[in-house]
């Protein structure tokens, strides 16, 4: 069977993160939904690949937050109701200021120049594309990590900005499933938010840039709420 394949150490390195990538994109994409399993011999089958291949990026997918173990042994994207995600975002509300105050202290020219590139990226890249229905484009929801991911990383702190990944990669998820129009920012107040971000980076106010963080992060954390509470 294929998923008993033996491949040399560097094969299944290579395997496992393709596999890694193509189940990772696919949950990304909303195409394995909240809860769903994910099923190490099911996939090991489609990919044509070995049983060891397909859990090993799994458990690199559990680490980043995008699957779960269950009780049974096996895998699944975790459920949206989960209280996994308000602890995120509380997470996320208590570091990531702290994180923009170090970077507004620390940062130098080259990173203030990465932070205007960074901003106007973001403001030039159209949030939604009918090609993509409803949620982000792709494309926005790069520029958008690129951005927040810039503003801190002004703080040169591996630990915390390797934490801020995964938080921002698990915060994704839970906003690819939360798109219902009730429960969308409008674009100018996204647009504002960030703008309102950026100045005062810039401006080297690192209070007043910690204030407008929280105030984003708030505001995204009432979006999932409200999604979650009318399951839209």
Request: aromatic share 6%; charged share 30%; proline share 4%.
């Amino acid at each position: 069977m294929i998923w008993q394949i033996v491949y040399p150490l560097g094969m299944k390195q290579m395997l496992s993160e393709q596999i890694y990538d193509r189940v990772r994109d696919a949950i990304m994409r909303g195409e394995v939904e909240p809860g769903q399993a994910l099923k190490p011999q099911e996939l090991a089958a489609r990919y044509e690949v070995s049983l060891a291949v397909v859990r090993e990026a799994l458990v690199r997918l559990v680490g980043e937050g995008l699957a779960e173990r269950l009780a049974n042994r096996g895998f699944a994207v975790p459920t949206l109701a989960d209280r996994r995600w308000q602890e995120i975002i509380e997470a996320r509300r208590t570091v990531e200021p702290a994180m923009l105050r170090l970077s507004v202290a620390r940062g130098d020219l080259e990173w203030e120049t990465r932070v205007r590139a960074a901003g106007h990226r973001l403001a030039r890249t159209p949030m939604y594309v009918p090609e993509e229905g409803s949620y982000y484009s792709a494309a926005w929801a790069e520029a958008h990590r690129l951005f927040h991911r810039t503003l801190l990383d002004g703080c040169g702190n591996a630990v915390l900005l390797e934490s801020f990944d995964r938080m921002w990669t698990a915060s994704e998820l839970a906003r690819r499933w939360t798109v219902h129009p009730a429960y969308r920012l409008p674009v100018e107040d996204v647009l504002a938010q960030h703008e309102g971000l950026e100045r005062a980076v810039l401006s080297r106010d690192p209070e007043e840039a910690a204030r407008l963080l929280t105030d984003h992060l708030t505001a995204t954390a009432a979006v999932l709420t409200g999604a979650e509470k009318t399951g839209k």
